[in-house]
């Protein structure tokens, strides 16, 4: 017996044979079932609840950047679903994309801009697989024609260098560079597996490589130097995935792995004590030049959860506006990059045509208004544009430069405070500017308004990690 599986202990039961598993920070597990299952399996184990179902057989599911909806891969559909987590509400994300339509949608991987890479497996015994990705907006292309022999799991490399794919016929792992603008690159082999089905795909910290099989029942390791052992003997598929856990200490390392087993009825927890590499869905990094720095995600208690109200859930900006000053590049541009992550409309005010550029690659739901916000005039025009084009304001992000943006008044920096009702005619203020700004937001009350800070004040505030 493999040590390891002494560590290991049936986490949930009772499930319609899951083929993947995906873990969101919260610490809830979730995973699919052969009948358009969706489960949701508090952070415990002990309560298992459906919480959608597609009327297909759901195989790969992927949290978003942020953790605010899911992709469900459904073979029974031939489809990728958007799960919205607040809301529950399911809805179409893609049938296909660049003149093709899925067979096979396996698996799904998010990078940390909110890109989304699929798999596409093709048909069995044919080499037809594929990857397609869609955009943040949800624009779709075949990102590589392949063919691959049933491209199956995937998992993104360190640093977003390689995606990184399961191929069950080969049987081995390939990987295809990723290239700055996003593009593929050169494919190129990582290691075979005879006698296998490789399945599923994960990262440990130090850049191993995980690969779970289908047939035989085991797990491999694969580190930099391509030299394959046995790693875990465990029934079923998509295993291991390194995520977050449940206890908090052990949070901070992501050190267990968590196993779906297609060919039986439970999710298997293992206490691998090996960290895991973080998914984009755990990562609030931005790397900006050699500077990184990470994004605190205010959480705010779910009353409405029955099973245990010490849940929390992040806040959500899906269908909000965020208005980003200096937001064309340096900080400003990544801040402009995580709210439209975060499903945020984008409104970017800066006085470099940068900005066009950065909000033509985000896609629609970005706007640009040239703007220098030491001029009132022109503040004032582009918050009511940024207002009549996505009907109200939630967000004031300042970024840009300017003297004024560290001054206060009182005991507080000019501008909207945390909290502040955004009724019309409700003031909106750059701390820039001398004088209020006044814009019809067309928020409904009771809504709010956030202003945030310049990033270097946040610093002095203890608001950023950096390091």
Not at 218 to 228: E, K, P, V
Request: some cysteine.
């Amino acid at each position: 017996m493999h040590p390891l599986l002494s560590k290991s202990t049936i986490f949930a039961d009772g499930l319609d044979h899951p083929e993947c598993v995906a873990v969101h920070p919260d610490g809830t597990v979730w995973a699919g079932g052969e009948a358009g299952q969706v489960y949701r399996i508090s952070a415990d184990g002990k309560t298992v609840e459906e919480v959608a179902n597609t009327g297909g057989f759901i195989l790969g599911l992927a949290f978003s950047p942020g953790a605010n909806w899911l992709a469900i891969c459904d073979l029974g559909k031939k489809r990728v679903w958007r799960l919205d987590l607040p809301s529950l509400k399911l809805s179409l994300f893609a049938d296909g994309a660049g003149g093709h339509r899925f067979n096979i949608p396996n698996y799904a991987v998010f990078d940390k801009m909110g890109n989304l890479y699929v798999s596409e497996s093709g048909a069995f015994r044919q080499v037809t697989g594929k990857v397609l990705k869609f955009s943040p907006s949800g624009n779709g292309e075949i990102w590589h024609d392949g063919g691959f022999n049933f491209s199956n799991g995937m998992a993104m490399g360190p640093a977003e260098k390689y995606l990184y794919l399961a191929v069950s016929f080969l049987p081995g792992v390939e990987r295809v560079e990723i290239l700055t603008d996003g593009s593929a690159g050169k494919r190129s082999l990582v290691c075979t597996l005879p006698e296998s089905v490789p399945d599923g795909l994960a990262f440990d910290a130090d850049g191993n490589l995980y690969v779970s099989c289908y047939c035989p029942e085991q797990d491999f390791q694969s580190n930099a130097q391509r030299r394959n052992h046995g790693f875990l003997w465990a029934t079923g598929r998509r295993t291991p995935c390194p995520t977050r856990p449940t206890l908090p200490s052990a949070a901070r390392n992501l050190d267990q792995l968590f196993a779906a087993n297609l060919g039986r009825w439970h999710i298997t927890k293992i206490d691998a004590g090996v960290r895991g590499l973080p998914l984009a869905s755990h990562n609030n990094e931005v790397e900006i030049g050699k500077l990184k720095i990470r994004f605190l995600r205010p959480q705010f208690p779910n009353s409405t959860n029955s099973t245990n109200s010490l849940i929390h859930q992040p806040m959500s900006f899906t269908n909000k506006t965020a208005v980003i000053t200096g937001g064309a590049k340096g900080i400003g541009g990544a801040c402009s990059r995580i709210f439209y992550r975060e499903n945020a409309n984008v409104v970017i005010l800066d006085t470099d045509p940068l900005g066009q550029e950065l909000a033509d690659k985000l896609g629609e739901r970005a706007l640009f208004i040239q703007c220098d916000v030491s001029k009132e005039t022109q503040v004032k025009q582009a918050m009511e544009k940024a207002a009549a084009t996505f009907g109200g304001i939630a967000v004031l992000s300042q970024q840009c430069g300017h003297p004024a943006l560290l001054q206060s008044h009182g005991n507080q920096r000019r501008g909207v405070g945390l909290g502040d009702e955004c009724q019309p005619e409700k003031r909106l203020s750059l701390c820039q500017t001398r004088h209020p700004v006044h814009v019809k937001t067309g928020q409904r009350r009771g809504h709010q308004c956030v202003e945030c800070a310049g990033l270097h004040f946040a610093a002095k505030r203890g608001a950023l990690h950096h390091f």
